[in-house]
């Protein structure tokens, strides 16, 4: 079975999907691996390092795709529609392919895909559970994302993160308000904790205070109730406009005492909430900052420009998005950990198996023999039900 790994074509992606450290444990497992030449260098991963842990370095993108039985790429079309589209003559009908594919996006992209006759899989759609913990690659970024707003926002705010006691006497420490306490807000709560700020953090979820006070962050609790909070899978669930209404409103006063917030609190396939509005922006304290992980569907600020850092009020607003890949060694390391597991999964005896009957396999698969076939994707876009679920049985 012959994995192949082309170097990633989105503008400012550094990320590559494999890195050399994972080659020997793929090839005891029956895989060979050919990478793109130059595909791991922004990483910090050259050539040299790939060939002497036995990968074959092939000169072109075609000659991956050519070789490949199975293509892994961080950002597939679907999540790349910058350039992403010009892969799609390369795919061939059975290849498999793994990576971020954007599932709950563009429809007529995902008919696209589709078409190539390719069994894709989707990483965005890995069930949260024990089982899959190695493979939950959305995990893998969350963390490097809310390591880095941290960083982001120290580097950019007027003060220091830290309590400081001093000659020129006592500096106290800065605020940060974490909203949404997914993997990322609990990542960032952690990073500035260990700066020295003082933190607080809300999510609608109750269930997450815990965690929230285990890394030194005080939980803000409003007088509010989320109906069905979280779905199956942990995600927060969107609510009416009604509970996001009543939420700005308490949570006003919270963000005009911080000199930061980083906001986290996205619904998967759904337009972010507004959190923070123009009115509480106005609220804070010139130098403040905001920083966006929420940016990419809209923010959680009504203000953010994604993709962009401006200034309001003297409040800096970053709507950066895809910061995993400014820390492309370590995250490129993770995400290159979580797929060889996804991949030892799904492939058994040379064979790319799609056993629907396993639930890793099911809820990621999303294209298969020209048709789209995840049932929640359908789901979604309001597809009528297949004729036989799935369509999708045995092994290629």
Do not use: W
């Amino acid at each position: 079975m012959i994995v192949g790994v082309p170097g990633e074509s989105f503008p400012g992606e550094r990320r590559v999907a494999l890195v050399p450290v994972v080659i020997p444990g793929l090839a005891k497992a029956g895989f060979e691996v050919v990478v793109e030449a130059g595909a791991g260098v922004e990483a910090g991963y050259p050539d040299a390092e790939y060939a002497a842990k036995g990968a074959k370095i092939l000169r072109t993108r075609a000659e991956v795709f050519g070789a490949a039985d199975i293509v892994v790429q961080v950002l597939c079309y679907g999540s790349n529609d910058r350039t992403g589209k010009a892969d799609l003559p390369l795919m061939r009908r059975g290849q498999g392919l793994i990576g971020y594919l954007r599932p709950l996006g563009s429809l007529e992209t995902l008919r696209e895909i589709a078409a190539t006759g390719v069994t894709s899989f989707s990483i965005e759609l890995m069930p949260r559970t024990t089982r899959a913990q190695s493979m939950d690659a959305l995990s893998s970024m969350g963390t490097i994302c809310g390591y880095k707003a941290v960083l982001i926002a120290a580097d950019t705010v007027p003060k220091i993160f830290p309590m400081l006691t001093t000659a020129a006497g006592t500096i106290t420490p800065a605020r940060v308000l974490v909203i949404g306490a997914g993997v990322a807000g609990l990542q960032a709560i952690a990073t500035a904790r260990r700066l020295g700020a003082v933190v607080s953090a809300y999510d609608l979820r109750p269930a997450v205070k815990e965690q929230v006070q285990s890394l030194g962050g005080r939980f803000v609790e409003l007088p509010l109730e989320a109906k069905d909070a979280q779905d199956t899978s942990g995600y927060a669930k969107a609510q009416d406009e009604d509970f996001y209404r009543r939420q700005r409103e308490l949570l006003g006063q919270v963000i005009a005492q911080s000199d930061v917030v980083i906001t986290a609190a996205v619904v998967p396939g759904k337009k972010s909430p507004v959190l923070v509005t123009r009115d509480m922006v106005a609220r804070m304290a010139p130098g403040s900052v905001i920083v966006d992980l929420a940016s990419e569907r809209g923010g959680n600020c009504e203000l953010t420009v994604p993709e962009e850092r401006i200034v309001s009020g003297g409040v800096t607003i970053i709507g950066s998005i895809n910061l995993a890949t400014s820390v492309p060694f370590h995250a490129s390391q993770m995400y290159s950990r979580n797929l060889a597991a996804f991949l030892i999964h799904l492939v058994k005896d040379g064979k790319l198996l799609i056993n629907l009957e396993d639930e890793i396999t099911r809820t990621t698969l999303l294209t298969h023999e020209g048709e789209i076939v995840n049932d929640r994707v359908r789901e979604f876009f309001s597809l009528p039900a297949l004729a036989v679920p799935s369509q999708a049985g045995g092994s290629r």
